[in-house]
Nanobody
Framework: QVQLVESGGGLVQPGGSLRLSCAAS????????MGWYRQAPGKQRELVASVTGGGTTNYAESVKGRFTVSKDNGKNTMYLQMNSLETEDTAVYYCNRVPAINTAWGQGTQVTVSS
């Protein structure tokens, strides 16, 4: 059974930074394409960053140059470093496989960017 636990969200001012973590069990990140998704109020969930088993990354245009996805295979944990945060980044952030495993969605972690 896949279990994904997100953490690290919070309230930050525009221009600030946050680092999210995704602790995984029941799935080996070394061999899996993983992604960070987010869902803003009233919007559909969207994929914003992904990383392959070999470490190749891909980003949505809206976060390119500001967000960095990485993973620690030894800890089976994925990270999302978010810099230069904008109010439009406010959302609940989730991690999951790409494509997503429907039964593996966690609670997510709330990121609020506001002055």
């Amino acid at each position: 059974q896949v279990q994904l636990v997100e953490s690290g969200g919070g309230l930050v001012q525009p221009g600030g930074s946050l680092r999210l973590s995704c602790a995984a069990s029941g799935i080996t990140l070394r061999y899996t394409v993983m992604g960070w998704y987010r869902q803003a109020p009233g919007k559909q969930r969207e994929l914003v960053a992904s990383v392959t088993g070999g470490g190749t990354t891909n980003y949505a245009e809206s976060v390119k140059g500001r967000f960095t996805v990485s993973k620690d295979n030894g800890k089976n944990t994925m990270y999302l470093q978010m810099n230069s945060l904008e109010t439009e980044d406010t959302a609940v952030y989730y991690c999951n496989r790409v494509p997503a495993i429907n039964t593996a969605w966690g609670q997510g972690t709330q990121v609020t960017v506001s002055s």
